[in-house]
Nanobody, 121 residues
């Protein structure tokens, strides 16, 4: 199994910054894509940013030019630098990894427990 643990959430004023971290551990054979998703109260979970093992990134339009995703493959860790935060960024942020636990298994999706980000106006 793969375990993902997020950290770095908190409360910040509009315009402030936070940096989220997510470390993967467990029976990891290979991690391909990693990403961050968020879910606000009463809303569905949406993609924020993803990054491949090679470093290619995709961002939601709402966070382009404000958020930056990065990863350290040696540490199996993904980061999300969030700048110019807005109240609408308030949500629980979840780390995701597309990983396989054996050479003969196709990759599966694993999720962290989530970390709360609250942005006050």
């Amino acid at each position: 199994q793969v375990q993902l643990v997020e950290s770095g959430g908190g409360s910040v004023q509009a315009g402030g910054s936070l940096r989220l971290s997510c470390a993967a551990s467990g029976s990891i054979f290979r991690i391909n894509g990693m990403g961050w998703y968020r879910q606000a109260p009463g809303k569905q979970r949406d993609m924020v940013a993803t990054i491949t093992s090679g470093g290619s990134t995709v961002y939601a339009d709402s966070v382009k030019c404000r958020f930056t995703i990065s990863r350290d493959n040696a540490k199996n860790t993904v980061y999300l630098q969030m700048n110019s935060l807005k109240p609408e960024d308030t949500a629980v942020y979840y780390c995701n990894a597309e990983a396989s636990t054996s050479w003969y298994l196709k990759q599966a999706s694993y999720w962290g427990q989530g970390t709360q980000v609250t942005v006050s106006s």
